[in-house]
């Protein structure tokens, strides 16, 4: 959030509510806000599809909407695809080098190199980022904003996720459900004890 808005904004109107559903291989995610009540919603699809990210329209929009939509291809690999401010040589896909499953590190033509490897799985997360901001004066700013700041979280977390291949690839679900477990109460005392943190605006 712009320090503009924080600092304008009235007390509890910067509270923001997550639901998300979880249907492998479709995910949701919606976001609204108790003040601005139908005024905002911010709404993420995902279809993994185990491909190189070449199919269109894989959500099935009508043309009147699909023609509206601006397409972003994120390359992992690419450092100067995120913000300077987010780079950490420990989150590098062009230098990290797994040590369980001997992939990376991702080079300039690594995308080519999958599709021409029958022998490594891969698969490409489409999101479909629908933002409503109803607020005059500040809605084409706000929803243009927003729209930068998915796309820079996207970049940042699969980054991530990339180079901390060998600490998840060994999880059974049993794991997983107990590390989502554990990640909710973190959370939950988070919100409870600490300040605000995470990924702000580019002039943040």
Known sequence: MPDIIRKLAPIG???????????YPYCKTVLTNPYMKEGFIITIETWHKPDMGDQENVHGLEKSKWDKV??????????NSINPKDYNPEHDPAI????????GPLGPEWKKELADNPDCPHMCAYKLVS?????F?????????????ENRVFTHFHRQLFCWIDTWIDLSMDDIRRIEDETKAQLDEMRENDEVKGLGTDEN
Do not use: Y
């Not at 109107?13 to 249907?23: D, K």
């Not at 004066?137 to 700041?149: F, N, P, R, V, W």
């Open 96 to 103: 990290f080098k797994s040590v369980k499953t001997g992939r």
């Open 131 to 135: 933002v409503e901001f109803k607020w």
């Open 70 to 79: 601006q397409i972003v291809d994120i390359d992992i690999a690419d450092k």
């Open 13 to 23: 109107s910067l509270v923001v509510h997550e639901q998300a559903w979880n249907a």
């Open 137 to 149: 004066g500040l809605q084409t700013a706000m929803e243009s904003t927003i729209h930068k700041l």
